[in-house]
């Protein structure tokens, strides 16, 4: 019986229905709208000149003592895009204010508003009020117990006292403000007092800057971007750094906010050891399509322990792009070098400081229905030494060109194109100098009869050329005396290429899950040339110039190994490791130079292709029926020609010969992560290798693995026009890689490329790295060896703030990652 009773009882309370109360929710209108609101035992209250909108309120217990509604046990106040949470509230419908207490919340709004408090008071008509022991965020959500950002530029802020002056208004006494995952920011600014503009900027009054809580560094004033996109005028982070033969390295800059599509920053480091080092960027977005970035970089240099001896000078870069109506465009790519030596010695990019070449580009272009016009300016410099006025100088301006795509000739199975130009040029070196400008007129119309039969493809062509020169060459002793005298280039053109059917063969059994497919196609043109008699009396300035005489058949295949999934197949989206380090080809570019590289975990994940060509194989030769070139060649130097140089763009006719060499192009990709290349020239004749370039891409998971080798052996009188002994060169290259400029822990990457034939290291470079959830640090240790110019040691770090800046002399364009 007590058993049976205690049961009963158990089960009735158990269930009985009222024992947790529920929520109750009411919905108070507005004045507006509770004019019309059906008869309520409560009179409506009378209506208020504050802001008036919709508000709902809830909560586990509700009482009303006249306008005021005392809610207790998970209170929420809804009103526009905002929701008041707290244990206990009290609200005057009247006037809007709120009091709560109790684990406090204020969340919502156009930039995801998130505050938790002690204690509040608050009017939810005007947006403000006052908080107590305050933590909060903008730009980011919870979700799942995860953060989810939704700007651009989060950030998070605590303090003793918080005033929400206005609807996007915060200020901050006594508190932090930080980009870091709170409770344990690894950074942070402790400030006085902070005047938050939701959507704009913080202003921070008498902080110091933290890291892990160790002051680090006062202000008596910053500011910190929280806008979508943050450009606010100031002084940036100041940078510092050591050098082997600069010195200690110290610099700062200012960045000037022009309008909202143009900035300017400029500074200047301060070396030690050779001097001050002044740069300075303007960037321009004026519309959608258009963009000027113009970089300046110089060095004031006192010299090594030497001041008569200076590796100092200027470098200028622009680069600009536009488009305008009627398919018309304008790019310019204009650079400025006032010494090569200066480059050598201060760039600290190894590919670009040993590069000898300045050129400048600017033209405007017109596309359409296949006619194409163009006008430009070009400049060419090659630096030949680091001596002083050393330089070959090559100047385009201006040039007029206009040329077509192939158009059929009425109803007629025939097919013309043209190409014209009118240039004013003009070449200057040591011991050679043309007028300063020569005028040169080159037309070349162009027919051709494409032919298809039974999968047999031929085409001959013809075409007849005439170039107009206001001075001509004198050969003598050196390159030769530049006259003031006209001369007249007239030839004749005809070829005749043949492509037969392509031979292929479907592999019926699978093998690594795909179907494999081998198709060789085999080609063959025969190239005649004939009226060039001057060839020896025509100034060189770019490729219209060394057009010869010729008789030649031309003859090569090409191998190609297609694979296709026999099932649907994902790419790997996984951690792509380091794409910008990469040996071979240079790393992708962004159109606008500031903009962010998208890193490919960003992009979506897109699927494999079904049908991939695996591996490519091209061999190829020629056969010169005629191996003087009409006369053009000269025996014991260098001779280059269109035909060699269209070929092949390693020079090899030194002497009469029938044969050219064996040119093989190898390519390997299986995936878009694998990549290999092996280039060579094989000199039959010679019994050796003219050039051989070789080089692997491998990224699986965080890891990236690179090599190449360069080789190349200079016929006689390459380098200096004059018979002498072949010369060798051979460079290596290795780089290896760990993570990815976003990955969360530790990063690394080497690299080095090592000269085989002077038996040393010319450059190496090592960085580690290491993200948190707000900052990260990169520190770099970089090695030059350029001969008696420069041998140096470097050692760099960057110290990032997310959304803030960096700090350090590591540049964002000069990491390995």
């Not at 010695?345 to 580009?361: I, L, M, T």
């Not at 000269?634 to 001779?639: L, S, Y």
């Not at 290896?736 to 400029?741: A, E, F, T």
Request: glycine share 8%.
């Amino acid at each position: 019986m007590t058993s049976r009773t205690r049961f009963l009882i158990t089960a009735a309370f158990v269930c009985h229905l009222l024992l947790a109360p529920s929520i109750v929710t009411s919905q108070l209108l507005s004045a507006a709208k509770q004019g019309d609101a059906p008869p309520s035992p409560t009179p409506p209250p009378a209506p208020s000149a504050a802001k008036e909108q919709d508000v709902t309120i809830q909560a586990l217990q509700q009482e009303k003592d006249g306008p005021v509604f005392k809610l207790r046990g998970q209170a929420e106040i809804h009103y526009g895009t905002y929701v008041l949470y707290a244990d206990s509230v009290d609200y005057n419908s009247d006037t809007g204010d709120v009091v709560a207490d109790g684990h406090v919340v204020l969340d919502g709004g156009p930039n995801d508003e998130h505050v938790e408090a002690t204690h509040a008071t608050y009017n939810v008509r005007a947006e403000s009020g006052r908080f107590e022991h305050v933590v909060g965020t903008t730009g980011m959500r919870l979700r799942e117990k995860r953060r989810i950002l939704t700007s651009e530029n989060p950030f998070a802020f605590t303090g003793r006292v918080v005033e929400k002056t206005g609807p996007d208004h915060y200020l901050v006494y006594d508190g932090t403000i930080t980009t870091c995952e709170l409770p344990r920011p690894k950074w942070e600014f402790n400030a006085h007092k902070i005047v938050v503009e939701v959507g704009g900027n913080a202003s921070i009054y008498r902080s110091t800057f933290r890291i892990t809580g160790i002051p680090v560094l006062y202000f008596p004033f910053a500011t910190h971007p929280i806008e979508r996109l943050p450009r606010q005028s100031g002084i940036l982070i100041p940078n510092f750094g050591r050098s082997s033969i600069k010195g200690t390295i110290f610099g700062d800059s200012v960045f000037w906010a022009i309008n909202r599509s143009m900035d300017l920053t400029a500074g200047a480091d301060y070396f030690s050891r050779r001097g001050w080092a002044p740069q300075a960027e303007f960037r321009a977005r004026p519309t959608e399509d258009a963009y000027v970035d113009v970089n300046y970089f110089g060095v004031f240099d006192r010299g090594v322990g030497n001041p008569s001896v200076s590796q100092g000078g200027h470098e200028v870069h622009l680069n600009a792009e536009d488009t305008f109506g009627h398919n018309f465009r304008g790019i310019a790519s204009i650079d400025y070098l006032s010494s090569f030596v200066f480059r050598l010695a201060f760039n600290d990019v190894f590919s670009q400081a040993v590069n000898s070449e300045v050129k400048s580009d600017a033209f405007l272009s017109n596309t359409t229905r296949g006619l194409f016009y163009n006008a430009s300016t070009r400049r060419y410099q090659n630096f030949e030494s680091t001596t002083p006025g050393d330089v070959i100088t090559i100047l385009h301006a201006p040039t007029l060109e206009a040329s077509s795509v192939d158009h059929e000739f009425g109803h007629s199975p025939l097919y013309w194109s043209y190409d014209a130009a009118a240039e004013g040029v003009s070449r200057s070196e040591p011991s050679f100098r043309t007028a300063p400008l020569v005028g040169r007129f080159d037309f070349r119309p162009n027919i051709s009869f494409p032919v298809v039969l039974q999968g047999w493809s031929m085409r001959p062509e013809l075409s007849l050329r005439e170039t107009f020169y206001t001075q001509q060459l004198v050969p003598s002793s050196g390159v030769g005396i530049a006259k003031s005298d006209v001369i007249d280039r007239k030839a004749i053109e005809g070829s005749v290429e043949l492509r037969p059917p392509a031979l292929a063969r479907l592999f019926d059994r699978e093998f690594l899950g795909r179907k494999w497919k081998h198709v060789i196609e085999p080609r063959a043109t025969y190239r005649y040339v004939t009226g060039v008699d001057n060839f020896s009396r025509i100034l060189r300035f770019d490729e219209r110039d060394i057009l010869s005489n010729t008789n030649e058949v031309e003859y090569g295949v090409v191998n190609r190994l297609y694979a296709k999934h026999t099932s649907t197949k994902s790419e790997d989206c996984s951690d792509a490791g380091m794409p910008s380090l990469i040996v071979g080809r240079p790393a992708a570019e962004n159109r606008i130079p500031w903009e962010r590289q998208v890193e490919p975990g960003e992009l979506p994940c897109k699927p494999e292709p079904q049908v991939r060509e695996i591996i490519t194989w091209e061999l190829a030769q020629k056969y010169f029926l005629d191996p003087t070139f009409g006369g053009a060649l000269v025996p014991g130097q260098r001779n280059v020609f269109t035909t060699t140089v269209e070929f092949t763009g390693i020079a090899f006719l030194t002497e009469a010969r029938r044969l050219s060499p064996l040119i093989s192009r190898l390519r390997f990709q299986p995936t878009n992560r694998t990549e290999a290349e092996w280039d060579i020239d094989y000199d039959f004749k010679q019994s050796r290798i003219n050039a051989s370039t070789a080089f692997v891409n491998y990224r699986f998971g965080a890891y990236t693995i690179g090599g190449g080798d360069a080789y190349l052996r200079a016929p006689s009188g390459i380098l200096t026009g004059t018979p002498s002994t072949p010369q060798a060169f051979n460079q290596f290259r290795v780089l290896l890689g760990y993570g990815h400029p976003n990955k969360r822990g530790f990063s690394a990457a080497t690299n080095l490329g090592f000269d085989a034939n002077l038996g040393f290291v010319q450059y190496s470079a090592v960085q580690l790295g290491y993200n948190w959830d707000c900052c990260g640090l990169s520190v770099e240790y970089r090695r030059f060896a350029l001969g008696s110019v420069r041998n140096e040691n470097q050692f760099r770090f960057n110290f990032a703030l997310a959304n803030v800046g960096a700090f350090g002399n590591l540049r964002r364009q000069e990491k390995l990652f």
